[in-house]
Nanobody
Framework: QVQLVESGGGLVKAGGSLRLSCAAS????????MGWFRQAPGKEREFVGA????????FYADSVKGRFTISRDNAQNTVYLQMNTLKPEDTAVYYC??????????????????WGQGTQVTVSS
């Protein structure tokens, strides 16, 4: 069993930045494939980006590429989502998720068994 706790959401003006954190339980965090997703009101959950376990390579949705950066601190069992140049359309509840079955992260929500509670990000125009 893995527990994930997100933090760092808030209200920011367009063009601003936020950094989200996701703290995970468990002793094998470095092997976890970790994903970030978001869900806006009335919309389906959307892939934002992910990082592989063992090496931590990352990939992103086209909508955030070049603006968002995922990093992980395996010593702290934490994954981060640095969000720069935020736009009103980035407004959503952001979730981190963990897949313990593979070190290779994917972009589909169904691949992830463990989810955090979500943190609200609101970008004003």
């Amino acid at each position: 069993q893995v527990q994930l706790v997100e933090s760092g959401g808030g209200l920011v003006k367009a063009g601003g930045s936020l950094r989200l954190s996701c703290a995970a339980s468990g002793s094998s965090f470095s092997r976890y494939a970790m994903g970030w997703f978001r869900q806006a009101p009335g919309k389906e959950r959307e892939f934002v980006g992910a990082t592989n376990g063992i090496g931590g390579s990352t990939f992103y949705a086209d909508s955030v590429k070049g603006r968002f950066t995922i990093s992980r601190d395996n010593a702290q069992n934490t994954v981060y989502l640095q969000m720069n140049t935020l736009k009103p359309e980035d407004t959503a509840v952001y979730y981190c998720a963990a897949n313990l079955r593979t070190v290779v992260a994917g972009s589909y929500p169904g691949e992830y068994k463990y989810w955090g509670q979500g943190t609200q990000v609101t970008v004003s125009s």
